[in-house]
């Protein structure tokens, strides 16, 4: 369940407030006249049930409440009202599947950015994986790829992919190629380091660790690992469960892929970096594909569930 806040021009209040007491998952409205400074106008409330909001949000920006005002939705943890109750009922579908779409684009527009903090995760990343690569030790493996926070643009490619936004998926694939790039430079960097000071057996094969050589060795079994976690990982952020996500970030092997690019480059295994490069390659292509035929089942899914929705074209979903 959302609660809306709408900054709306005056004139077209009385429109907002037919929307709004038209569409059964709406409730609660409320109209504070003249209450609006910067931009002048109504402030509209409502609290509205999750798998209405998409319906809601796609009949306010119709109205250009977006354009002269704004709107604003927030998580309601908990509502103790049987008018909630029935409005949640009434609404079609359940709101446990509902796919806020306004929700995902903004996670995914600022986790896409390339910022100094993404960079500083995905150095920190790679440098704990190359360890993991060295001493053959899966639990800095997994905590590597915890700390790195490369599914975000990912995820924006998915995203960019399903809306047919050109200027989205540059944003999201300049902030991932920059970020592998800084981070096989950093596992290079650190891995000539370690060597230097002897803290590399000279003997160090990565693709004979028992058991982290499979990063540098793709298989099939790893492109159905990636398909599957970018359905889960996709899912995830359209339901806004981080549990799910927590779980992808943990069974992809992107971050190790490219800690051992640079540790293989750095020790002359040419070899084994080839294949951590295809490996990086199934796992980032094998993502964003699951990613965006997900986002498209579960757009022609809840149109088949909720047929009153207005039926829009993918690339129409969002207009920015």
Same mark, same amino acid.
């Given at each position: 369940?959302?609660?809306?806040? &709408?900054? =709306?021009?005056?004139?077209?209040?009385?429109?907002?407030?037919?929307?709004? #007491? @038209?569409?059964?998952?709406?409730?609660?409205?409320?109209?504070?006249?003249?209450?609006?400074?910067?931009?002048?106008?109504?402030?509209?409330? =409502?609290?509205?049930?999750?798998?209405?909001?998409?319906?809601?949000?796609?009949?306010?920006?119709? &109205?250009?409440?977006?354009?002269?005002?704004?709107?604003?939705?927030?998580?309601?943890?908990?509502?103790?009202?049987?008018?909630? *109750?029935?409005?949640?009922?009434?609404?079609? +579908?359940?709101?446990?599947?509902?796919?806020?779409?306004?929700?995902?684009?903004?996670? $995914?527009?600022?986790?896409?950015?390339?910022?100094?903090?993404?960079?500083?995760?995905?150095?920190?990343? !790679? &440098?704990? @994986?190359?360890?993991?690569?060295?001493?053959?030790?899966?639990?800095?493996?997994?905590? !590597?790829?915890?700390?790195?926070?490369?599914? +975000?643009?990912?995820?924006?490619?998915?995203?960019?992919?399903?809306?047919?936004?050109?200027?989205?998926?540059?944003?999201?694939?300049?902030?991932?190629?920059?970020?592998?790039?800084?981070?096989?430079?950093?596992?290079?960097?650190? %891995?000539?380091? *370690?060597?230097? $000071?002897?803290?590399?057996?000279?003997?160090?094969?990565?693709?004979?660790?028992?058991?982290?050589?499979?990063?540098?060795?793709?298989?099939?079994? /790893?492109?159905?690992?990636?398909?599957?976690? +970018?359905?889960?990982?996709?899912?995830? *952020?359209?339901?806004?469960?981080?549990?799910?996500?927590?779980?992808? &970030?943990?069974?992809?092997? %992107?971050?190790?892929?490219?800690?051992?690019?640079?540790?293989?480059? @750095?020790?002359?295994?040419? /070899?084994?970096? +080839?294949?951590?490069?295809?490996?990086?390659?199934?796992?980032?292509? !094998?993502?964003?594909?699951?990613?965006?035929? #997900?986002?498209?089942?579960?757009? $022609?899914?809840?149109?088949?569930?909720?047929?009153?929705?207005?039926?829009?074209?993918?690339?129409?979903?969002?207009?920015?």
């Amino acid at each position: 369940m959302l609660h809306l806040r &709408l900054f =709306c021009p005056a004139d077209r209040t009385d429109d907002v407030l037919g929307l709004l #007491t @038209a569409n059964p998952g709406a409730f609660n409205v409320m109209v504070l006249p003249g209450a609006a400074l910067a931009p002048a106008g109504d402030v509209v409330m =409502c609290d509205v049930a999750r798998e209405s909001v998409n319906h809601v949000i796609t009949g306010l920006r119709d &109205l250009g409440v977006h354009r002269d005002g704004s709107i604003a939705a927030e998580h309601i943890d908990v509502s103790i009202s049987d008018v909630a *109750l029935a409005a949640d009922l009434q609404a079609p +579908g359940e709101g446990g599947d509902a796919a806020v779409w306004e929700e995902v684009d903004a996670r $995914v527009r600022d986790e896409s950015r390339m910022t100094a903090s993404f960079l500083v995760f995905l150095v920190i990343a !790679a &440098l704990i @994986a190359i360890v993991g690569v060295i001493e053959d030790a899966p639990i800095l493996i997994v905590g !590597a790829m915890v700390v790195g926070p490369e599914f +975000g643009p990912i995820a924006g490619l998915s995203v960019g992919l399903f809306k047919r936004r050109g200027h989205r998926i540059r944003q999201a694939g300049t902030t991932l190629a920059a970020g592998l790039a800084a981070g096989v430079v950093a596992a290079f960097l650190g %891995t000539l380091v *370690l060597d230097a $000071v002897d803290l590399i057996p000279p003997d160090l094969v990565p693709h004979d660790q028992p058991l982290t050589g499979f990063i540098v060795d793709p298989s099939v079994l /790893s492109l159905v690992v990636a398909l599957l976690a +970018g359905v889960t990982g996709t899912l995830s *952020l359209t339901q806004a469960k981080s549990g799910a996500l927590i779980g992808v &970030l943990i069974s992809v092997t %992107t971050i190790p892929a490219v800690a051992a690019i640079g540790v293989s480059s @750095a020790l002359g295994k040419w /070899s084994d970096a +080839g294949g951590a490069a295809v490996q990086l390659a199934v796992n980032v292509g !094998a993502l964003v594909a699951a990613g965006v035929v #997900t986002l498209w089942v579960q757009w $022609v899914a809840w149109n088949r569930i909720a047929p009153s929705r207005p039926t829009t074209a993918p690339h129409q979903l969002w207009r920015t």
